[in-house]
């Protein structure tokens, strides 16, 4: 019987299980990939993630963890104008493979059980605990007076439990070697209709051009691409010399008023799997927040879940204005936001 069951050894789930961890519960960090193991993101912290790692973590990202340029210096936005706009901050350039690696090593080491390669397909409460099945080499079950959800968009926990479909926008990326009459130093987001359903994006990973495009209909992502590719070579000079990868992930649509789940008795939602997700699927301060303030919601009330339930939702109250202004600020750029203002 664990204490704790934390479901993702993402950001958002290593930061959970460290905590519980060093609040002395027993935690078991389940993750369904072996790792290291790589998820599509840009991979670029922002001030407030390389913040929330000094804070969670004691100390900051070790080097082995950036790419190059290992500074991001901020953002540059372009709306549906054509218009651009420079957003300048400090930030970080990592591998997500790495960065999220050393978490789960750093959770570890404060005692939480961590196991790798195991898949958690389903739960269901028993009374004062929750009876987890999960799949690794073999299915079994564990128990714990809690589980944490922090698997994002794509686990099979939350679809079990809520029964709903969800409303995904779907990522397509490619890492290509080239050049480009931009400085690779900023992350660059492209919000005109015409170059995708949601946005599209540039940035630069250890000389590698990282393009995408993110769309709702994936029959049209092809499409989108080549669009997104001519706009780049008319505009700033882009030269493919060869692709070396392409990749698709899915990430939750954020609806208006970034309505949050908290989650259902003895098992909590936090991350993506909640609902936090900023503009640009920027998901890691969310989920390294959301995650923190969940782990204590649940170390505060160990045998009181409605009270946890409650502490958690007051306590991320601001985290989830934040959301809201940001997805705001967004809205004013583009019409393909205007919901969300």
């Not at 299980?17 to 072996?34: D, I, P, Y």
């Amino acid at each position: 019987m664990y204490d704790v069951i934390v479901v993702g050894a993402g950001p958002c789930g290593c930061t959970a299980a460290r905590t519980l961890a060093e609040k002395g519960l027993s935690v078991l960090l389940a993750e369904r990939c072996r790792l290291p193991r790589y998820k599509s993101c840009s991979g670029v912290l922002i001030r407030k993630s390389m913040e929330l790692v000094r804070r969670f973590f004691g100390e900051d990202v070790p080097a082995a963890a950036a790419c190059a340029p290992a500074d991001n210096r901020g953002m540059v936005f372009t709306d549906d104008k054509g218009r651009s706009f420079l957003f300048e901050q400090e930030g970080l350039n990592v591998w997500r493979s790495s960065f999220d690696h050393w978490l789960a090593e750093k959770a570890k080491e404060q005692g939480a059980q961590l196991l790798d390669g195991t898949a958690a397909v389903s739960c269901g409460e028993k009374g004062e605990y929750v009876s987890v099945t999960l799949r690794g080499e073999g299915v079994f079950a564990e128990n714990a007076k809690y589980v944490l959800d922090c698997e994002g968009c794509i686990g099979a926990l939350k679809r079990r439990l809520t029964g709903g479909e969800r409303d995904y926008i779907t990522t397509y990326q490619t890492f290509n070697d080239g050049a480009i009459d931009l400085d690779p130093h900023y992350f660059y987001a492209y919000l005109q209709p015409e170059l995708s359903e949601y946005d599209a994006w540039f940035n630069v990973k250890d000389d590698r051009l990282v393009l995408g495009v993110a769309v709702k209909d994936t029959n049209k992502i092809r499409d989108y691409y080549e669009r997104f590719l001519a706009y780049m070579r008319a505009n700033h000079g882009l030269r493919i010399d060869a692709q070396l990868r392409e990749e698709r992930w899915l990430m939750p649509r954020v609806r208006p008023g970034c309505p949050v789940d908290y989650g259902r008795g003895r098992v909590l939602f936090a991350g993506e799997a909640a609902g936090f997700l900023n503009p640009m699927g920027e998901g890691i301060s969310a989920g390294m927040e959301s995650g923190f303030l969940a782990a204590c919601a649940i170390a505060g009330h160990l045998d009181d879940p409605a009270a946890a339930l409650a502490e958690y939702r007051e306590a991320t109250r601001l985290l989830k204005s934040y959301m809201e202004r940001q997805w705001s600020l967004v809205a004013g750029m583009a019409a393909a936001f205007r919901e969300m203002e």
